[in-house]
């Protein structure tokens, strides 16, 4: 799902949850103040809260990392597997729809916008300036509903009496001092949004009327008679505006009934401003789920660099994913960047520390085209609380930018190693130091594990694709017998980047075996490895994966 789809559904989403809770819980009450703030409120948080970012805030919250995980992991694969189980694509149909009948409808909207407004300043443009009880209005030519807009006042002085004249100047001067019709501006752009969604027109009717409350109850604070002002209004319900738009604030059409009945209605105990807290935590709980995925990639990880894998996987899903493609995945920012991200965000798991548990976790993923990650597994495990916390690392990645075959981008296979290691007192040298050595029996030159940065080879991980693509051959015998698998091979790039010393730690068959290695053996000579500046020797892992078609 694209972020502008998602935002758009959010936003949606939001509208309807707001007109249900409104209806719920403020439908009926008197405080028309506070009811404007929340419809305003509505509008503004509706756009503004998929556009909020909690993922500092909860950076150190478990349980919310844990909820995210389970988000991510098991909600989300889930989603992906009925979508693809579809026998047409939703989202492209989604979008062959914007482009056409929900771009038209949008700019019909617009026009009819436009059209209205124009109508109002046309009838302003007609009109004579007067005053009337020392209140600047325009004075229509023909019999026509009094109404208002913005700060401009329109009345048809011959139609009302003295006494009339002063009620609808102090309803319409409500409109106009406490400046309404941004409410209605703003519910009638909403609206050409969001034109779908019923729900953004049923909160614009809601604006208009608890704008029209507001008025009325003004009137009647003013010590106009009650029943003298509703009569007033249902004579004039017969009355049409010579303006062709419903941008205005019209005195006297607007749902009479319900404004006469919320005229003589109790007024709301004081006590009931309190259930406006509640819209609260609404507003906290949408911010916590729109930020669902955003937690979701916050952890804290150590991994080794990736090695990329030959051939091509069958998937159970019904697309493919490669594992040697033209251009490979890459982490937001580069392998660097992945390795700062690993290693900030790696949270070793208490009891595995107790226990002294450490060692590597081999893991693998599938980066799809949109650069999103399923598929992800443990191919090597060490321990389960290890297993569960390598796991739960890489499924909270942010996007990658997606590998690309023959200029199109694909999914591809992509192989971690995931390395927990202990941090080690000095006056223990029997454990590991802080930068762990594979074999210290030449203390002059050292072969480590980890370095400040690790060996290349020329020209980036493209390059080494592609000569691993070039030069692996499928052994015969191992295609008659069907074998395949992967061989995880061991060898040191020294300081000069050469290759030697290989091994074997997982092997598949003998003919696979010797295969991967020949692989290794006929690589140039790498960029070595770096300790504090220094060229030195580093132990590499490569797992190398032959599956057959």
């Not at 556009?51 to 991510?72: H, R």
């Amino acid at each position: 799902m694209s972020p502008e789809l998602a935002y758009f559904i959010k936003v949606n989403v939001a509208l309807m949850l707001f007109y249900s809770f409104y209806r719920l819980f403020f439908y009926k009450d008197t405080f028309f103040k506070l009811r404007r703030a929340i419809l305003l409120a509505f509008f503004g948080l509706a756009f503004l809260y998929p556009l909020m970012s909690l993922q500092e805030w909860m950076k150190d919250k478990e349980p919310i990392t844990e909820i995210a995980y389970l988000y991510s992991t098991v909600l989300s694969e889930k989603i992906v597997e009925s979508q693809t189980a579809m026998l047409w694509n939703w989202q492209k149909v989604f979008t062959a729809f914007c482009d056409g009948a929900c771009r038209m409808a949008m700019a019909l909207l617009c026009i009819r916008f436009i059209a209205q407004l124009g109508s109002i300043i046309r009838l302003m443009a007609e009109s004579k300036k007067g005053v009337i009880h020392h209140i600047p209005v325009y004075l229509l030519d023909k019999a026509s509903g009094p109404f208002s807009f913005f700060r401009l006042i329109f009345i048809h002085r011959e139609s009302h009496s003295e006494h009339e004249l002063k009620e609808i100047l102090a309803h319409e001067y409500t409109h106009v001092s406490q400046w309404h019709s941004i409410d209605v501006i703003l519910s009638e752009i909403i609206c050409i949004l969001c034109w779908m969604n019923p729900f953004a027109w049923l909160l614009k009717r809601e604006v208009r009327y608890n704008l029209e409350y507001l008025a009325d109850n003004t009137v009647l604070k003013s010590g106009y008679d009650s029943r003298s002002y509703q009569y007033h209004l249902l004579g004039l319900a017969h009355q049409t505006n010579q303006a062709a738009a419903n941008l205005y604030n019209n005195f006297n059409v607007l749902h009479l009934k319900n404004r006469i009945r919320m005229m003589n209605k109790k007024r709301t105990h004081s006590i009931g401003r309190t259930k406006y807290l509640l819209f609260f935590p609404l507003v906290a709980i949408l911010i916590l789920l729109s930020n669902i995925e955003a937690v979701a990639r916050i952890t804290k990880e150590l991994a080794l660099p990736v090695m990329p894998e030959k051939a091509q996987i069958n998937q159970q899903k019904p697309k493919k994913a490669l594992t040697v493609v033209d251009v490979m995945p890459q982490f937001p920012g580069g392998d660097n960047e992945l390795l700062a991200f690993l290693i900030k965000n790696i949270k070793y798991p208490v009891e595995a520390q107790a226990k002294g548990v450490q060692g590597r976790v081999i893991c693998a993923f599938i980066v799809n085209e949109d650069g999103s990650i399923s598929d992800a597994e443990v191919l090597k495990g060490v321990a389960p609380l290890l297993d569960a916390e390598a796991m739960r690392v890489i499924g909270i990645m942010p996007k990658w930018t997606p590998g690309k075959d023959k200029g199109k981008e694909v999914a591809v296979k992509y192989t971690v190693p995931v390395t927990f290691r202990l941090s080690q007192p000095e006056s223990k040298p029997s454990k590991l130091p802080e930068n762990p050595i594979f074999d210290d029996s030449d203390p002059k030159n050292p072969i480590y594990r980890i370095v400040d940065a690790m060996p290349q080879f020329p020209g980036g991980d493209g390059e080494l694709l592609k000569f691993i693509s070039h030069n692996v051959n499928y052994p015969e015998d191992a295609k008659k017998e069907k074998k395949e698998g992967r061989v995880v091979v061991a060898f040191t790039v020294d300081a000069n980047g050469k290759t030697n010393d290989y091994a074997v730690l997982k092997g598949v068959s003998p003919s696979l075996d010797a295969e991967a290695i020949r692989i290794v053996k006929q690589m140039p000579a790498w960029e070595p490895g770096k300790e504090k500046g220094k060229p030195v020797s580093v132990r590499y892992t490569a797992p190398i994966t032959f599956r057959l078609q």
